[in-house]
């Protein structure tokens, strides 16, 4: 019989060999994948990635009328405009535009490049809505005019979420805000809020809005810096995408007579990663 012996340094070479591709597997897990985007390279909105709100009363005592024509494709943009026009019981129109019922990922790293508007009274956003909430709001009301009941106290509203990717009041042109608001069980509304103040006016160009969703944390940067992270109240179920420019508000007040018209959202780029543990 013949015994062939292997030298040990051979053995200790295919042992390294063998970790290096177990940690390489191990990394390609942990890696963030494109799993969804749009270029805005087309003529018009793609539709079957895309919905856009019609509607007249917004809350936050907001003044805009969410119109079709304000959201449009340009030169290779995504355009979300605001202008100072009477439409329905409304001063302004604007526009905005989801994902619902298209793609509601659970987890991932959303980035969006844009140039925001600005000027008094603008307030654009880049946010995540869950998937269900409406549902559920629907049925507890339904429940309760079932029990007699005009409302519903904070205790029997559903639990929910919504991530703010990012927030930005047009009077403020070199501030921003992300933001995580969610409701414990008992219905305490809680939030967790990073601002970031800086000496970029985000009026003036393009900038990188990316936000990363894990299991066990939730994290905000700006063109690649981080600027806030929280550990707290993080959502597990899915959430899907809006972009949009509310008008007036109780948070931006309203356009007075410095608020130029009209005012353009534009954004260049949406991309959705996730890792591969998450859609396997």
């Known amino acids: 019989m013949n015994i062939r012996i292997i030298p040990v340094s051979l053995c200790f070479m295919l042992l ?62 995504l355009r979300i405009r605001s202008r100072a026009r009477k439409y329905g019981s409304k001063e302004y129109t604007s526009g905005r535009l989801d994902t619902k019922g298209k793609f509601a990922p659970l987890y991932g790293r959303f980035e969006i490049r844009a140039k925001l508007p600005g000027g008094k009274g603008l307030w654009p956003a880049h946010w995540l809505y869950p998937l269900n909430r409406d ?97 707290d109240g993080i959502p597990h179920k899915p959430h899907y995408l809006i972009l949009n420019t509310a008008v007036g508000g109780s948070w931006p007040g309203n356009p007075d007579s410095t608020t130029i018209f009209p005012q353009f959202h534009d954004i260049d780029y949406v991309r959705i990663f996730q890792k591969k543990p998450y859609f396997e």
């Open 135 to 231: 549902w559920q709001m629907e049925k507890a009301m339904e429940d309760a005019v079932a029990n007699g009941k005009e409302r519903l106290i904070p205790e029997e509203r559903p639990w929910y979420s919504e991530i703010d990717i990012m927030e930005f009041l047009g009077h403020e042109p070199e501030i921003l805000y992300g933001t995580l608001h969610y409701c414990l069980f008992d219905g305490t509304r809680k939030s967790s809020s990073g601002t970031l103040s800086d000496t970029v006016d985000y009026t003036e160009d393009f900038h990188i809005y990316a936000l990363e969703w894990e299991p066990d944390s939730i994290r905000w940067y700006i063109d690649g810096h981080l600027f806030h992270s929280t550990t």
């Open 16 to 77: 390294l060999s063998g970790a290096g591709l177990a940690q390489n597997k191990s990394e390609s897990k942990n890696v963030w994948k494109l799993v969804w985007q749009d270029e805005f390279d087309g003529k018009r909105l793609d539709t079957n990635k895309w919905n856009v709100l019609i509607r007249e009363n917004s809350k936050h005592n907001e003044l805009q009328y969410y119109v079709p024509d304000e959201v449009y494709v340009e030169n290779g943009l």
